[in-house]
Structures are given as structure tokens and as C-alpha cells.
């Protein structure tokens, strides 16, 4: 995880146009949502299809790190790889949470 962080910022430094998530497919985290039924979880708590939960005003995720250790707590039992989780990332970033 820290050698990650240190790639990660080491791209930000040279590429003014990388986000937290720029190696994510944004349209496989999409799908991987709807695969892995996110939302039919986040639905019990807030209603609706579940996507809410992403732009809640309660929520504590403030950076890439606390969003990326959130999909980690509640894929548990799904053991997604690193690339799932940078791809589910980067949809939930470009769609909802705007890290830079
Ligand atoms: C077992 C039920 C469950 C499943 C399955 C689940 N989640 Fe969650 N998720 C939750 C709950 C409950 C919360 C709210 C946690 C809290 O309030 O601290 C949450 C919160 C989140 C948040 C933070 C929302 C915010 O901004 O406050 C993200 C991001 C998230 N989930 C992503 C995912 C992703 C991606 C998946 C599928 C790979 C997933 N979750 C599957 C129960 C689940």
C-alpha cells in the first residue's frame, strides 16, 4: 500500500492530468458494481437503488485512501483484486466523489 501511495504520487507530480485513479476503467468499475450488487446493500440503508450512499451528505470519505479502504470493508467476503478496486475507483470518482 505505501509503495502504491509513493507511485501514485510520484504520477501526480509529472502528469497534470492524473487523477487518484487514472490506470481505472471507469466503465468495468461500473460494471463490476452491478455485478457484485453493491447497491442492493446500500439500499437498505439508504433507500432508493443504494447508488445514494455515494453522495450522501454524512459521509466521512474525504480522500482516494478512505474511499479505496471503504470498498475493501465492504467487499470482504468478494476479495476483489487491485485492479477492481482501481477500476471501481475510478467510476465512483468521475461519477460522485471528484478526488483530485
Ligand atoms: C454487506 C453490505 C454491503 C455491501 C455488499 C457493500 N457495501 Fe458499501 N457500504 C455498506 C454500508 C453499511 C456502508 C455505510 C458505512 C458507514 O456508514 O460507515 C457502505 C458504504 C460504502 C461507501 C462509502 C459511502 C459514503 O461516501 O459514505 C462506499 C464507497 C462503498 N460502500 C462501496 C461499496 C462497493 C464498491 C461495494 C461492492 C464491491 C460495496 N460497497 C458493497 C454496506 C455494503
Known amino acids: 500500500m ?21 490506470k481505472g476503467d471507469v ?14 446493500c446500500h439500499a437498505a440503508k439508504v433507500g432508493g437503488d443504494g ?4 453522495n450522501r451528505s454524512s459521509s466521512r470519505i474525504r480522500n482516494a485512501d478512505d474511499m479505496l479502504q471503504q470498498i475493501t470493508r465492504c467487499s470482504g467476503s468478494m ?8 477500476d ?4 465512483l470518482n468521475q461519477k460522485y466523489y471528484k478526488f483530485k
Open 2 to 22: 505505501k509503495l502504491f501511495m509513493c507511485v501514485t504520487l510520484l504520477c501526480l507530480t509529472c502528469s497534470a492530468y492524473a487523477s487518484p485513479f487514472a
Open 27 to 40: 466503465e468495468n468499475g461500473k460494471t463490476l458494481i452491478a455485478e457484485y450488487e453493491c447497491n442492493n
Open 51 to 54: 447508488s445514494a450512499i455515494f
Open 79 to 86: 476479495h476483489l483484486d487491485a485492479k477492481e478496486q482501481q
Open 88 to 91: 471501481i475507483g475510478a467510476y
